[in-house]
């Protein structure tokens, strides 16, 4: 037997859209748009966890440094390419001031003959210039782990071996193989690279 009470309650329970709040399921707030699995309240990527949502450009560089020898774990495709990006600007950056205010012209005149001579001009780096090829080039060095680490991670979301990396070693073939893998959606088989994830 039941009562009106509890018939009402039943009918406004089942009508639409009256579902049963879970708050259990971190689902919702897990695949929130900048919060990733794995961050904890502060918003701070744990250790081989995997971002499994698109980050923006602020939130790739972070993860990128502070993952700086980090080989275990996934990276986005989003997480993957601002970085690739970043790292065309710098060096579009420092090709133009290298270019510009950090190189001079350097003319020179030679006689040929008594009644002809050849006027030349070329481009040669002064002071400055010297001091930004320096630069990049202490950059390029301090960027070889981490873009290394970054790529794996990259193959891990795809659930590929990091050791495809070294495909990268075969001139021109490679790197056009790899980038294919790079651009390849997230595979969630790719949770067996996760630390402390159990691949049984």
């Known amino acids: 037997m039941t009562t009106p009470n509890s018939d009402a309650s039943q009918q406004g329970d089942s009508q639409p859209g009256n579902y ?16 990733a699995p794995g961050d ?17 450009p602020g939130q790739a560089i972070k993860r990128f440094y502070k993952k700086y020898a980090q080989f275990s774990g996934r990276a986005s495709r989003s997480e993957y390419w601002w970085i690739a990006l970043f790292f065309f600007l710098i060096y579009i950056l420092f090709t133009v001031l290298i270019s510009t205010v950090g190189s001079e012209v350097v003319s020179s005149n030679t006689v040929t003959s008594a009644t002809s001579y050849s006027y030349s001009a070329r481009s040669e780096p002064n002071g400055l210039g010297i001091f930004l090829s320096l630069l990049l ?58 630390r402390g994830v159990s691949t049984s």
């Open 137 to 194: 080039l202490v950059f390029i060095l301090a960027h070889i782990i981490p873009s290394i680490a970054l790529a794996v991670r990259r193959l891990h979301d795809v659930n590929m071996s990091g050791f495809l990396y070294l495909l990268s070693l075969i001139p021109f073939l490679g790197p056009i193989i790899l980038l294919v893998f790079y651009v390849l959606p997230p595979n969630p088989a790719g949770a067996r690279f996760d």
């Open 20 to 35: 049963p709040r879970n708050d259990a399921s971190p689902a919702a707030d897990q695949y929130r748009p900048g919060r």
């Open 40 to 56: 904890d309240q502060g918003g701070h990527q744990q250790p081989g966890s995997q971002p499994g949502v698109p980050v923006g």
